[in-house]
């Protein structure tokens, strides 16, 4: 990690031709095939992440950086202003896709294997709670690995007993998980008795997501047809097709 200065922000070319995307407090620019800007929108929003943090914004991004994870992607160079407000930060570019949208057809085995990785490391992560976890900031990039990026809202609690912090980062994943999974269709549409007792359980997030969609697509294959792809799980809901 790196700090310097936001008027060096001014070397950056930001336009229509590298903007990516935006979200509730900045913009998304790709600045070079490997990394990516992202550039806070005006004081509104730098001063509300401020108050979303015990620490300064800028103290929780220099703690984030220091976490040894591969599915999260960690700030890089930090722009601030001189009056150490967080103007911008660069982050590695995932060029892949969102689980809001497009996941339909991935292969199911490589799915899950991108969730057992992401799950493993997940249970490595004991004190930080990543509440802004949704379909649109997960990606499943290109080398088939689960990311997750915009990390702003994610929070430290080191006075949290680590077991229990896991449990909330399943319970938040889980449900974000089996719902992009889900796409249109909600967990009242299922048509099973039996598989809604799995889905309760899968959306209470007392266990890891990979081991108990495994007994879902197992229960599938059994009762319905061979599932191949990620939009297969949806079968036994109303409206399927």
Same mark, same amino acid.
Request: glycine share 4%; proline share 2%.
């Given at each position: 990690?790196?700090?310097?200065?936001?008027?060096?922000?001014?070397?950056?070319?930001?336009?229509?031709?590298?903007?990516?995307?935006?979200?509730?407090?900045?913009?998304?620019? +790709?600045? $070079?095939?490997?990394?990516?800007?992202?550039?806070?929108?005006?004081? +509104?929003?730098?001063?509300?992440? *401020?108050?979303?943090?015990?620490?300064?914004?800028?103290?929780?991004?220099?703690?984030?950086?220091?976490?040894?994870?591969?599915?999260?992607?960690?700030?890089?160079?930090?722009?601030?202003?001189?009056?150490?407000?967080?103007?911008?930060?660069?982050?590695? #570019?995932?060029?892949?896709?969102?689980?809001?949208?497009?996941?339909?057809?991935?292969?199911?085995?490589?799915?899950?294997?991108?969730?057992? *990785?992401? #799950?493993?490391?997940?249970? !490595?992560?004991?004190?930080?709670?990543? #509440?802004?976890?949704?379909?649109?900031?997960?990606?499943?990039?290109?080398?088939?690995?689960?990311?997750?990026?915009?990390?702003?809202?994610?929070?430290? +609690?080191?006075?949290?007993?680590?077991?229990?912090?896991?449990?909330?980062?399943?319970?938040?994943?889980?449900?974000?998980?089996?719902?992009?999974?889900?796409?249109?269709?909600?967990?009242?549409?299922?048509?099973?008795? $039996?598989?809604?007792?799995?889905?309760?359980?899968?959306?209470?997030?007392?266990?890891?997501?990979?081991?108990?969609?495994?007994? #879902?697509?197992?229960?599938? $294959?059994?009762?319905?047809?061979?599932?191949? !792809?990620? !939009?297969?799980?949806?079968?036994?809901?109303?409206?399927?097709?």
């Amino acid at each position: 990690m790196a700090f310097k200065d936001c008027h060096e922000l001014e070397k950056f070319r930001l336009n229509s031709n590298n903007f990516i995307g935006s979200g509730l407090y900045g913009l998304f620019y +790709k600045i $070079n095939d490997k990394e990516c800007l992202k550039v806070f929108r005006n004081e +509104k929003a730098i001063h509300s992440l *401020e108050s979303e943090h015990p620490e300064t914004f800028l103290e929780y991004l220099k703690m984030l950086s220091e976490k040894k994870t591969n599915i999260l992607v960690l700030p890089k160079d930090i722009y601030i202003d001189n009056t150490g407000l967080v103007r911008a930060y660069t982050m590695d #570019y995932q060029k892949g896709i969102e689980l809001s949208s497009g996941i339909d057809n991935i292969d199911i085995d490589v799915f899950m294997d991108a969730l057992k *990785e992401f #799950y493993c490391e997940l249970t !490595k992560i004991y004190d930080l709670v990543l #509440y802004n976890a949704s379909p649109y900031n997960l990606i499943l990039n290109e080398n088939k690995s689960l990311k997750m990026i915009n990390l702003d809202l994610a929070r430290f +609690k080191p006075w949290m007993d680590s077991e229990l912090v896991c449990l909330e980062n399943y319970q938040i994943f889980n449900r974000v998980i089996f719902r992009s999974i889900l796409g249109r269709f909600s967990v009242s549409d299922l048509l099973d008795a $039996n598989l809604f007792e799995l889905v309760k359980i899968i959306i209470s997030g007392d266990y890891t997501l990979p081991g108990l969609l495994t007994e #879902y697509i197992d229960y599938i $294959n059994k009762h319905y047809f061979e599932v191949k !792809k990620v !939009k297969d799980l949806r079968y036994p809901y109303v409206g399927r097709g």
